[in-house]
């Protein structure tokens, strides 16, 4: 039994291939758009703090990053599916198009999670500094709305 190839799409194949496995989809806060007018801890540094916890500040962890990205697997997924088909055809506008959309869409389930919750509730000290501002809130995480607000996504290339 023989083979004949009919048309030769190697080239095409391996440009979208390469174009995929070049790029990422990242989620969080970066630190180069962080930045805060009310503390001098940025947005990226509060956001690791409150993910992970500081038990020197005694700030315990409210998990939001992580889990707000796993949350959201079914709904992205789909979309990194589409991106891998895309590279298959060549098609390097799609595949950056179904990128732009997992991380919209990974990103939204964040600020979701942030909102949401459940976290561990704030200390009645914490709850009596935010009364003597004035604000009556007493969700984990959304005090200003700054951390939520900068939760966001970017696609970029790989770096080595």
Not at 45 to 74: C, K, M, W
Request: hydrophobic share 40%; charged share 25%.
């Amino acid at each position: 039994m023989s083979v004949k190839v009919v048309i030769d799409r190697y080239a095409t194949v391996m440009k979208g291939v390469r174009a995929l496995t070049s790029q990422e989809v990242l989620v969080g806060i970066p630190s180069t758009t962080a930045g805060r007018t009310d503390t001098p801890v940025n947005n990226a540094e509060l956001g690791y703090i409150h993910e992970t916890g500081s038990p020197a500040a005694n700030i315990p962890p409210r998990p939001f990053l992580v889990p707000g990205v796993e949350n959201a697997q079914d709904q992205f997924v789909p979309h990194l599916r589409a991106a891998g088909w895309a590279a298959l055809g060549g098609n390097t506008a799609t595949l950056e198009r179904d990128f732009e959309r997992a991380g919209t869409v990974a990103a939204s389930a964040v600020k979701r999670k942030i909102t949401e919750g459940p976290h561990a509730p704030l200390a009645p000290k914490t709850l009596a500094k935010r009364r003597a501002k004035g604000r009556t809130g007493e969700m984990p995480l959304i005090d200003t709305g700054q951390l939520r607000r900068a939760v966001t996504h970017v696609v970029r290339k790989k770096r080595p």
